[in-house]
Each structure stands twice: as C-alpha cells, then as structure tokens.
C-alpha cells in the first residue's frame, strides 16, 4: 500500500502504534484502532489492508533503515578493501546504532516487543543471522589482502553476534533514556570492538 502522508493517514498511524504498543499485534484491535482516531471500520481500511498491513506500516521504515545500512556497510567494506586496498577499520553497528536506531527508539521498540504474530516476531534473530552471513562474505577478502583473521566456526560467530546484538539492542526493548542508550553504548563499544578487531586481524 503506499505511503500515505495525509493528515488522516498519520491519526491512523499513531492510533494504531499506541493500540500495538499496549496490546502487541496479537491482542490489537481495529476497532478499538479506529476508536482511537475516530474512524468508523470503512475508514479505516482506507488506510490499510488489514491488521497485518497496518503494522508494516508502521515498522517497515525501521526495517528498512537497518537493512539499508547493513548493505551500505558490507558494500563500503569489500571496496575499500578490494579497490583501495584500504585495510583501516572503519564504522560498526555501533554506529549504526547512534545513528539509525537510537534516534528511534519508539519506532523499534514497538518491532522488537509487540511483533508476535507476524513476519518481524524474529526480528533480531534474522538479523544476526543476516550479520553472520555478510560477514564469511568478508572474512576471505581480508585473508587475501594478508590480514592476520582467526579462524572461526560459523557457531562461534553466531555466538558472538548474538551477544553483541543482545547488548545493542537491550535498551531499546527496555526503553532506557536517549542519554543512557548512548552511554550503555560506550560500554558495549568499549568491550566489543577491540575483539572484534583482533578476530578480523586489524
């Protein structure tokens, strides 16, 4: 369905993330979404499919940041390596977390806690998953550009993508400050990346 920037669409919106955020898409209710924002049934599916539709709607713009930076990432990654032969650590997902996630936290808070029942109920499983994956595309790159990478199993790095997931994402599903995400952030930042570092042989 496509963006719609009305001013209808957008009291849809937000009746429908205070209606998800307190109930979670499983328990949610369209009409009391429509209550809410003072739609009748037939207005409201004006704006949207269904239910399911609703929430994409409403999550699909974070999924789409991440999934974006994370190509942008790997992307930047192999060229400076393979076309520059550029070996300098460059960003993290920390960064992506002070610059993408953070700003948002509403935005993923809701498609970390309330996504049960859809596609996104795995959302941070999927995405260490994907992590893990883009990775092992990197790691032979920098083998033949003479960097010193360990070697490691496709469990050990699920292992350690997972934690450092967990720990990047742990103030988003509990909703800490703006100010104490970014200074959990400095920690996480601070333990990670020297490891990450040593295992890619920077």
């Known amino acids: 369905m496509p963006r719609d920037k009305s001013a209808s669409h957008i009291r849809v919106m937000a009746a429908a993330s205070e209606e998800f955020l307190e109930y979670g898409f499983e328990k949610a ?8 924002c003072g739609f009748t049934a037939a207005g409201l599916y004006r704006h949207c499919r269904d239910k399911e539709d609703l929430f994409y709607q409403l999550v699909a713009p974070a999924v789409e940041r991440i999934n974006a930076w994370m190509d942008a990432h790997l992307t930047k990654y192999l060229a400076a390596v393979q076309e520059k032969g550029n070996l300098q ?12 996630v953070y700003p948002h936290m509403d935005d993923y808070h809701l498609l970390l806690t309330c996504s049960s029942g859809t596609k996104y109920e795995n959302f941070l499983h999927d995405l ?4 893990q994956e883009q990775t092992f595309q990197y790691l032979p790159v920098l083998r033949e550009k003479g960097l ?55």
């Open 128 to 131: 260490t998953q994907t992590a």
């Open 89 to 100: 650590w460059q960003d993290s997902w920390v960064d992506m977390m002070r610059e993408i």
């Open 148 to 202: 010193a990478v360990r070697a490691i199993s496709p469990t050990e790095m699920h292992l350690l993508f997972s934690a450092y997931v967990t720990a990047l994402f742990e103030p988003v599903i509990h909703r800490y400050t703006l100010e104490e995400s970014m200074r959990c952030l400095e920690t996480v930042e601070a333990f990670f990346l020297p490891g990450w570092k040593a295992l890619f042989g920077f």
């Open 29 to 36: 209710s369209m009409r009391r979404v429509g209550e809410r």
